[in-house]
Nanobody
């Protein structure tokens, strides 16, 4: 199983970036998917999750609530994170993760850097 993250880059404060995480197997194989980030000198923190059971539930860190949106494209096997109204404190390496439904193994993407300039 592989997760391929992309979409990072340099953006000005107030701007937008969309991150993508493409999975090597059907996205239906995962029950929990999410985005994490790690800023310089900081611990990795949870940004957003999307949980698919009988219904779909999304959760966000307080710091990104209302600015970020997590979603899944089941036809393309891609999970995305739309990030709007970016702030310098959003600067970090962003990682996608996914947990397989059948055995609970968690996989990680390689990380993509988002830099927000003030």
């Amino acid at each position: 199983v592989q997760l391929q993250a992309s979409g990072g880059g340099l953006v000005q404060s107030g701007g937008s970036v969309r991150l993508s995480c493409e999975t090597s197997i059907s996205i239906f194989s995962f029950d929990v998917m999410g985005w994490y980030r790690q800023g310089a000198g900081k611990q990795r923190e949870l940004v957003a999750t999307i949980i698919r059971t009988a219904s779909t539930t999304t959760n966000y860190a307080d710091s990104v609530q209302g600015r970020f949106t997590i979603s899944r494209d089941v036809a393309k096997n891609i999970m995305s994170l739309q990030m709007n109204s970016l702030k310098p404190e959003d600067t970090a390496v962003y990682y996608c993760s996914a947990r397989t439904r059948v055995d609970g193994v968690v996989y990680w993407g390689q990380g993509t850097l988002v830099t927000v300039s003030s």
